[in-house]
């Protein structure tokens, strides 16, 4: 990402410029026992480690490397009790003209159903595995992958390969010294060859490039990313991808004439101005068939306003992830400008802001009106998000779309109700609810539809306004979805992601990325109806 955009930040901070690493990726078609190279990962099932009447491999291609190696693979998973859990692994340092070590990555049971979250991870142990032991070059074995269909197979070589671009990148831009990492080269074995794997090897690296976007942006502080530096991100996507994107950035003035009240009083308190941010994806040909809109909730900084973010546990220090609805966005618009899927047109939306205190900022009891006329009392400030989302979808509808995909770090209720790593998913359409979950399982990663309970509406009914804007502690999730649905034509089908849990991993500390490989899944779906 490029941060020549801040040019004079609080503290004096600017990111140093490091590319993401480059690894090529090939898919070969020779004997696993004649691969030369630095390290030869084999992936293996709980059921791969089943042994023979002699008490050896039953499985072929672990009794094919063991017996090239005189029995010391079989000796050395004995030893260390390997028994292909998920998350074991066992290293085996080689002398002779083969690969200098063999390792042996556990997939547990690797049931269809997980097979793309166990195949990443088996691609972020072996990254990490390269990381410990400096390999340049790598070859990956499934010890089953005689028994996967092409298309499996496919998705296989897909979900390591996504694994190891996560494994293998580090955000380091903040950091005085930064190592770079020593994996150049992934070889494939055993699943296949051919233009069909190499266009979706190609592809999971056009996302990874969403991906990284999606993961910086998060992971920059507030001094760094303001909204206008989020606001040059997108014209720099529309600048290098100029042959399928055009972008608009409106300034306070311009969303005044809009009547954004809603998004507008949020801003009012920072001195860093919004910018509403509207990136337009065409094809270059064909005709178009969808329009679709993404939209991501992009507060750069949340402090809570006056209804300040205080106590254990409220993660002030954090509330530079409040804007990873709009990192998912951005990520995706960056994949499908390489992509270039044919049929479909994006709108990718963005009102980007901070929330602060200042004199100038929105009180508790506020009354704002969003841009399609409804009143809203601000009852709670720190419930800001929806409010700027409010103007952002009613926006959206008037682009003429068919189909509208919010995504937000929203409630604290909704990591309560999935925990870290599962985003809720609500809808009051069955259709989109089914292609969003979809192409979230294609991508590796978890949603769970919520109810949309409407009953439940009558917590958020004011004395003096069309609606307040939260209605307590109790459903805060599904409170926070019935409010969006306010500002959604009814002629459009709608759906909105809760990710506030897995923007972010507290164990690496740092963001995740999450979203932009289920975006991209999903436009590229509705390409090809």
């Known amino acids: 990402m490029a941060h020549d955009l801040a040019k004079a930040t609080l503290g004096l901070t600017l990111p140093v410029q490091i590319d993401p690493p480059k690894i090529s990726f090939a898919a070969k078609e020779i004997d696993v026992v004649e691969w030369k190279g630095d390290m030869l990962a084999v992936g293996v099932t709980e059921k791969d480690t089943t042994k023979d009447g002699n008490s050896k491999f039953q499985n072929s291609i672990l009794k094919k490397i063991d017996s090239k190696h005189g029995g010391l693979l079989f000796q050395v998973s004995t030893e260390e009790d390997f028994n292909g859990k998920s998350g074991q692994s066992t290293i085996l340092?080689?002398?002779?003209?083969?690969?200098?070590?063999?390792?042996?990555?556990?997939?547990?049971?690797?049931?269809t159903a997980s097979s793309t979250a166990a195949y990443q991870a088996l691609g972020e142990s072996i990254a990490s595995s390269a990381k410990a032991y400096q390999a340049n070059n790598v070859a990956v074995i499934l010890a089953s992958s005689e028994h996967l269909t092409p298309v499996l197979k496919l998705a296989a070589a897909s979900a390591i390969a996504t694994g190891i671009l996560h494994g293998t990148y580090e955000d380091n831009r903040f950091r005085s010294e930064s190592k770079k990492p020593t994996l150049k080269s992934v070889d494939f074995l055993g699943l296949g060859v051919g233009p069909e794997l190499e266009k979706k090897l190609k592809y999971t690296e056009q996302v990874f490039t969403g991906v990284v976007l999606g993961k910086e942006l998060v992971n920059s502080p507030a001094n760094v990313l303001t909204p206008g530096a989020v606001a040059q991100e997108a014209e720099k996507i529309a600048s290098t991808y100029s042959d399928v994107f055009s972008v608009k950035i409106l300034d306070a003035e311009q969303c005044k004439e809009l009547k954004m009240g809603s998004y507008l009083g949020v801003a009012a308190a920072s001195a860093n101005p919004p910018k509403f941010i509207h990136l337009c994806y065409k094809p270059t040909s064909g005709t178009v068939k969808k329009k679709l809109a993404l939209v991501g909730k992009g507060l750069t900084f949340d402090s809570g306003g006056y209804n300040i973010k205080t106590g254990p546990g409220c993660s002030i220090e954090l509330m530079k992830f409040d804007m990873g609805g709009s990192a998912a966005v951005l990520g995706a618009a960056k994949a499908l400008g390489q992509i270039k899927p044919p049929g479909v047109e994006v709108h990718f939306i963005v009102a980007a802001c901070e929330n602060m205190i200042s004199g100038t900022g929105m009180r508790p009891g506020d009354i704002v009106t969003a841009s399609n006329g409804k009143t809203i009392e601000v009852n709670n400030t720190d419930a800001e998000g929806r409010l700027t989302l409010a103007d952002a979808l009613v926006y959206a509808c008037n682009q003429g779309v068919d189909k509208i995909v919010d995504l937000a770090t929203l409630t604290g209720a909704c990591i309560i109700a999935l925990g870290p790593s599962i985003a809720g998913v609500f809808s009051p359409s069955d259709e989109l609810a089914k292609e969003v979950v979809a192409a979230s399982e294609s991508a590796g990663e978890k949603l769970w539809r919520m109810p949309m309970e409407e009953s439940y509406w009558e917590k958020m009914?004011?004395?003096?306004?069309?609606?307040?804007?939260?209605?307590?502690?109790?459903?805060?999730?599904?409170?926070?979805?019935?409010?969006?649905?306010?500002?959604?034509?009814e002629n459009v089908q709608w759906l909105h992601i809760d990710m506030a849990g897995p923007v972010w991993n507290d164990k690496k500390k740092s963001a995740t990325g999450f979203a932009v490989p289920t975006l991209v899944e999903w436009v590229v779906s509705n390409s090809s109806c």
């Open 93 to 111: 340092r080689l002398s002779g003209h083969g690969p200098k070590r063999v390792g042996l990555f556990g997939l547990g049971k690797c049931t």
């Open 461 to 489: 009914k004011s004395g003096v306004a069309d609606m307040a804007n939260s209605g307590g502690r109790q459903g805060g999730s599904i409170l926070a979805a019935l409010f969006l649905q306010q500002f959604v034509d």
